[in-house]
């Protein structure tokens, strides 16, 4: 039937997801994954109870109903930030004489430490499709668009493939589930850049332009991708919005830890200097210290954690003494800090806090697009100020540098998040790890350099 | 269209210089347009479609593909200059490309660098001299939790050490 040819064995993927206990109750996003990662095509995905959820929200409910569903259920967005899916979609322009527009699924997953995203798309991308099919009946959008990071080949290929399947059968294209509701959907490919993640410059990039983001407003709501109304959503947010219209909003409700204000499960993981890396769907309010004992098998052999970084390149360091916080974003608010993606790395004590920074912040220098200057010129200039610190060569007055250039980039000095994801882990480093930062200034009273304190860590 | 390339169609090196579409590239990035609103939406694609020939995007293929696309030439150079996985220089047969990002920095990241450096001779950006490999940095490619990672052409690698690394780049002739 098709062109394309699905890649069923060989996944990057395959991981502990696809090996731990996991039940339809409990982990509505991976209990359907196969033990080898072979990807669920749609015979497969149908017989798990696949696409139920976008039946009953096209057959059963209108599309503000849908909504509102989604808006008491509490998903939260997963690309990082935690807006309320629900709201958004109840702020989506939509009635008599406003055109229909796009929906957009955001799979560009370009901050390091993040590798979840891939795994749905490979695995699952028969969830993904049903969660937008719903997203798109619920915000009146008329074609949707998968934009995904070019490196992710294989996810592409299965996308593709199951799109083409989704089609034949008439879960997309015209008329779904004799609704008379018509939506179409297609992967479209990036060239590279972390900014096209931030959901304006997507719509940029999605139309052939430069990744630069927009102004708001107007919002993507309002006018967004060729100046229609445009939602934008996250891969693991639109894959949390079948199960819910399936087995309801209580169901969810009942799924995460007491404490927690989010509702759900997430896929968190653990990475660096820990036993068994690895990605789990966990309930939210569960304890970084259980992700990281219970899943990933604690320290690496004889080493002990320094910090930690609870959700992707541009969340704080932390240090050990936090690990007993719960990973949900009351839990993180309470300290005035950010839980992120839920992808968590560990640090230890042979691990150079400054020359993590240092690179970093050379990702982010060479990230930013250039549009203001806190971000153009103050990330760059940070790495010169870390590259000598990291070499023992800073000078006195390096830190408090390094602190004004946090400051001037922070929160609500830059056209967007990139600026204040890009020093957020700069801060706070200086803040819990300051001796480390010390120890490179040359006329400091600790005259070790910390990159010959850590062999395992060369200056680049 | 930009001066640039108005010089170069102008020039008596024009017919050196022309850049033709084969009739297959020029069909797939027709399909491509038709996914989208309208025809520049289709731009990246275009480029990821041209550079699937050599490996990268030649000056000449910018007048080329805006032709298709019905834009100005300046605008595709604009885009192909943007985005870092177009390449706008000769590129070996093979790309490897080494995750540079926090993990596999943690993981090990400068001593594959190194490893890559002593036996293929080649650093990031550089190209082997009989044009076998290419090595480019890339970000964070989505693995951490088998890090250090990396890809080599469409193929993705975990958990790379110095000492299983050349032996996956040996199956690249
Ligand atoms: C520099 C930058 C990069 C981003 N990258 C991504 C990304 O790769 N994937 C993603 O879902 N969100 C990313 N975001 C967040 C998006 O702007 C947006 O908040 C998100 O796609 C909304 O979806 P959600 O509410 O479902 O999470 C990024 C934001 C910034 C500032
Ligand atoms: S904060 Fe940085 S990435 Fe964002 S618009 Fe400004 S310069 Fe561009
Ligand atoms: S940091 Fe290298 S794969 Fe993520």
Redesign the pocket.
């Known amino acids: 039937m098709s062109l394309i040819t699905p890649v069923t064995s060989g996944l990057t993927s395959l991981g502990t997801c696809n090996s731990m206990p996991r039940a339809p109750e409990t982990h509505p996003l991976t209990w359907r994954l196969n033990d080898d990662a072979s990807p669920i095509f749609l015979d497969e995905y149908r017989s798990k109870n696949g696409y139920e959820g976008a039946r009953r929200a096209l057959t059963e409910l209108t599309p503000d109903q849908v909504a509102a569903e989604v808006k008491e259920a509490g998903i939260k967005?997963?690309?990082?930030?935690g807006?309320p899916?629900g709201v958004?979609w109840s702020l989506t322009m939509k009635g008599e004489g406003i055109p229909r527009g796009y929906l957009l699924c955001?799979a560009?997953?370009?901050?390091p430490n993040t590798y979840k995203d891939r795994m749905l798309m490979e695995q699952q991308p028969h969830l993904l499709i049903e969660g937008m099919i719903i997203a798109a009946y619920a915000n009146n959008s008329y074609r949707g668009y998968i934009f995904l990071r070019g490196e992710y080949v294989h996810a592409a290929a299965n996308l593709r493939y199951a799109v083409e399947e989704a089609r034949a059968a008439g879960l997309l294209g015209k008329d779904i589930f004799g609704t008379g509701f018509d939506f179409d959907l297609f992967v479209h490919t990036g060239a590279g850049r972390?900014?096209c993640?931030?959901?304006t410059a997507l719509i940029n990039s999605l139309e052939g332009k430069r990744a630069n983001p927009r102004a708001k407003p107007p919002f993507p709501g309002q006018s967004g991708a060729w100046g229609k109304p445009t939602v934008?959503?996250?891969?693991e947010?639109l894959c949390n919005v079948p199960a819910v219209m399936a087995n309801g909003i209580e169901w969810f409700h009942g799924l995460c830890r007491e404490g927690s204000e989010d509702h759900g499960t997430k896929l968190m993981g653990f990475t660096g200097k820990v036993r068994n890396p690895g990605l789990w769907e966990l309930p939210f309010g569960i304890t970084a210290r259980e992700v990281l004992e219970d899943y990933a098998g604690g320290m690496r052999d004889g080493l002990k954690l320094k910090a930690f970084q609870p959700g992707g390149a541009g969340t704080d360091f932390l240090p050990a003494s936090n690990i007993d916080i719960q990973m949900c974003s009351n839990g993180f608010g309470a300290i005035r800090s950010r839980m992120g993606t839920a992808l968590a790395l560990a640090m230890d004590e042979t691990c150079s806090i400054v020359s993590v920074i240092r690179n970093i912040e050379e990702f982010m220098a060479h990230e930013s697009c250039g549009w203001c200057t806190p971000c153009r010129d103050g990330l760059p200039w940070s790495v010169k100020l870390l590259r000598a610190i990291e070499a023992g060569e800073g000078r006195p007055g390096d830190i408090e540098l390094l602190e004004e250039i946090v400051h001037n980039a922070g929160p609500g000095n830059t056209f967007?998040?990139?600026a204040p994801?890009a020093i957020s882990p700069l801060g706070s480093a200086i803040r819990y790890f300051r001796d480390e930062f010390e120890a490179g200034i040359r006329s400091s009273s600790v005259q070790a350099s910390p990159a010959a304190a850590h062999p395992s860590l060369g200056t680049a | 269209m930009s001066s640039l390339y108005s010089d170069l169609i102008t020039s008596d090196r024009a017919e050196a210089l022309k850049y033709e579409l084969t009739e297959e590239e020029r069909a797939e990035i027709i399909a491509e347009i038709g996914h989208y609103e309208n025809p520049r939406a289709a731009s990246i694609e275009a480029l990821k479609i041209v550079q699937k020939r050599q490996g990268w995007v030649p000056d000449e293929a910018i007048p080329a593909v805006a032709e298709v696309l019905g834009i100005p030439a300046s605008d595709v150079e604009g885009v192909a200059t943007f985005y870092s996985q177009i390449f706008r220089q000769p590129v070996g047969r093979h790309i490897i490309r080494l995750c540079d990002s926090m993990v596999c920095f943690i993981n090990g990241y400068e001593t594959l660098r190194g490893k890559i450096k002593s036996e293929l001779g080649i650093d990031v950006g550089q190209t082997t001299s009989d044009d076998r490999f290419t090595l480019i940095p890339v970000v964070c490619l989505g693995n951490c939790d088998k890090s250090p990672a990396m890809m080599v052409d469409d193929d993705t690698y975990s958990n790379l050490s110095p000492d299983n690394l050349m032996s996956v780049l040996e199956a690249y002739k």
């Open positions: 967005g997963r690309g990082g930030a807006f899916a958004k955001n560009d997953e370009m901050e972390y900014i993640g931030e959901e934008v959503n996250n891969v947010t967007c998040a990139l994801g």
